[in-house]
């Protein structure tokens, strides 16, 4: 997995010795929240026994999404194209609650999960420091039966330039595969231009 993650950033770095070109390098860090669209973060009714032979057999469980952390490099190609290489951390909880034989239980299991991405980014025209962009890319969730689990992404935000050096970040994101579950953040983001 070690191999995975660092590979976006891999492939990013081999970029920096094209001739010919200015290289233009940035760092992201962004935060938001997350919200489940799919079953599994949705309330589901679950029985301890088949057939329930009493009310204690019942209990309810969702999967509980909150907080996202978010660390990101993007080598820009162009005035309108980037290349991003980013790790998401998803903070993620399995809760269950309900009858049980033992009385009422209310209990959560931490799932959080860490996806590495690859991403292409393609910018608008600027409007008063303002650049709105479109994301898409695909990152690793996890391995079934040592095969990669692709995770899709699509998204997009906006830009705002404070100087040459430092833009805000608002963005948001849709992701499919480990669940579908969508995405809001606010970051900054840091320019190193050689």
Known sequence: MKKIILLPLIILFSLSFMN????????EFSSGYSFGLSLDYRTSEHYWRIPPLSPEDKY??????????RFAVKYYISKRFALQG????????????????????????????????????????EIKRFTP???????????????????????????????????????????????????LRFGLEVKMVE
Do not use: M
């Open 20 to 27: 010919g070109e200015e290289r233009k390098w940035a760092l």
């Open 60 to 69: 309810y469980e969702r999967d509980e999404l909150s907080f996202t952390l």
């Open 86 to 125: 980013e790790i998401e951390y998803q903070k993620q909880v399995d809760h269950s609650w309900g009858g049980s034989s033992r009385g009422y239980v209310d209990i959560k299991e931490d799932e959080s999960f860490v996806i590495p991405y690859l991403d292409i980014i393609y910018f608008f025209k």
């Open 133 to 183: 962009y479109a994301v898409v890319g695909i990152g690793i969730s996890h391995f079934v039966y040592n095969f990669p689990f692709p995770n899709l992404q699509v998204g997009g935000g906006f830009l705002y330039e404070i100087d040459r050096t430092f833009s805000v970040v608002l963005g948001s994101s849709l992701y499919y595969g480990r669940g579908a579950y969508f995405t």
